[in-house]
């Protein structure tokens, strides 16, 4: 992640064209792809343990959202604060309640 | 310098946001998607908690069809590429590639909706339904939810092809295919959770 200088907004801002590379986006693209087959083939082979094979693709899964929100809907750049502020309060409020709700069934 | 900016006849690097309506078009969306994390996790909670209360119906383990998910997955994340590299036309200034990325974007948004529509009523054939159990309550809210996301954003990508012919690219009508853009992407977001949360972890059958 780049830095976060709040002084730095949109306006005087100068991207990089590196930013917006297309290999960047075929390499993260690549990557979806491997962490999407390892996810199935661990399920789907059976390799993993049964009890740590659900917080293993649940990891892979949080590892390829990261990849879409940083590389490709641009979170990574200078003047994001308030888009991630937006969509970190969303992803804990969804948190919140799946680890609730799992609590509430298991326990 | 934004009203400036929109009366140059030559498009600035970042036509999206060079304008304050086009910034804040931006910043209002990811509130917006903010907003449906809380809607997906509420249904994702949902599914978590009812996900085993098959009611004698089909479980997970028995519906579930690895090869059709991936190939779902295959086609949904592919778009999330070629929706971002619309964005990379757009920024080349380049109107007919950009067209051409969300085209392709669009075939692949309705092969992933044609083999939800082919699953779904596999399902229903086989007993499962959305009254059928908890579990069916849950799954078609669920995944139906984000099928009907997809199915919003094709209109939407129609309705914004439909104007590129007559618009074209300016510093109005940027944002629009940027906003797209993360929409698409959010919507592939969810995809990633859905086929790991159902469809993995019901093949796991824990």
Known sequence: MTDTHSGANQKGEKHLPSQHSARNHLITFALSIVLTAIAFAAVALEQVDIKSVVPFIFLLALIQ??????????????????????????????????????????? | MSANHALHTELPAEPEKATLE??????????????????FGSLFATFIALRDKANGGPTGVELFSLPLVALATIL?????????????????????????????????????LGLEIYEFTEYVHEGHSLTSSAFGSAFYTLVGFHGAHVAFGLLWLFALLATTGKKGLTVVTAPKYFVFSLYWHFVDLVWVFIFTVVYLMGKVGI
């Open chain 1, 65 to 107: 959202a990261g990849f879409q929100l940083f590389v490709w809907m641009h979170l990574d750049q200078k003047g994001h604060q308030f888009q991630r502020i937006f969509i970190g309060g969303g992803a804990f409020v969804a948190l919140l309640a799946v680890i609730a709700f799992s609590y509430w069934i298991w326990w």
């Open chain 2, 22 to 39: 086009g910034r804040n078009k931006i910043l209002g969306f990811w509130l917006f998607l903010g907003g449906e994390c809380v809607l």
């Open chain 2, 76 to 112: 949904l994340l592919t778009s999330s590429l070629t929706s971002v590299m619309s964005i990379l036309a757009m920024h080349k200034k380049n109107v007919s590639q950009m067209v051409v990325w969300l085209v392709i974007t669009a075939l692949l948004g309705l092969g992933f």
